[in-house]
């Protein structure tokens, strides 16, 4: 009997839908990212294994061996950047507060965008109220009014 696999045509679509997708979800795009990170790196370990269930193992045992692999080269990697890494961590404190800042005015821009839409959430006075709930969280030295 003859394998069956998935021709060009299957791989043309799947690309289009995935980048339709993307295009379409621009603005959550935080969150499609992991899923589809996680789709990549199940078709990255589907090949192994199916060759160690080829070579006579148990599909969990092919499963377990190939898992326990790929999380040790993921520990290795992450000791090889661990230098790297480190020499960034004294910056944390000033990546969180761009952090922050950058979601405030995200949140400030989309707030004034549905205020200028909607009458409903001009109404409500949501950006005013948000502004000022992000001046309590502020230092006092960077309050301003």
Do not use: N
């Given at each position: 009997?003859?394998?069956?696999?998935?021709?060009?045509?299957?791989?043309?679509?799947?690309?289009?839908?995935?980048?339709?997708?993307?295009f379409?979800?621009?603005?959550?795009l935080?969150?499609?990212?992991?899923?589809?990170?996680a789709?990549?790196?199940y078709?990255?370990l589907?090949?192994?294994?199916?060759?160690?269930?080829?070579l006579?193992?148990?599909?969990?045992?092919?499963?377990?061996?190939v898992?326990?692999?790929?999380?040790?080269?993921?520990?290795?990697?992450?000791?090889?950047?661990?230098?790297?890494?480190?020499t960034?961590?004294?910056?944390?404190?000033?990546?969180?507060?761009?952090?922050?800042?950058g979601?405030?005015s995200?949140?400030?821009?989309?707030l004034n965008?549905?205020?200028a839409?909607?009458?409903v959430f001009?109404?409500a006075?949501?950006?005013?109220?948000?502004?000022h709930?992000?001046?309590?969280?502020?230092?006092?030295?960077?309050?301003?009014?």
């Open positions: 009997m003859k394998a069956r696999s998935s021709g060009p045509g299957a791989w043309v679509s799947i690309i289009g839908v995935t980048c339709l997708l993307l379409a979800l621009d603005k959550i935080f969150l499609v990212v992991p899923f589809l990170l789709l990549i790196i078709y990255f589907y090949l192994p294994m199916q060759r160690l269930v080829l006579g193992m148990s599909r969990t045992a092919a499963a377990s061996l898992t326990l692999a790929f999380t040790l080269l993921l520990l290795l990697f992450g000791a090889l950047m661990l230098p790297r890494i480190s960034h961590m004294a910056d944390w404190p000033a990546s969180v507060e761009r952090y922050l800042h979601g405030f995200l949140l400030e821009h989309r965008g549905l205020e839409r909607y009458s001009e109404h006075h949501l950006s005013e109220k948000r502004y709930q992000q001046l309590q969280c502020l230092p006092l030295h960077e309050r301003t009014v």
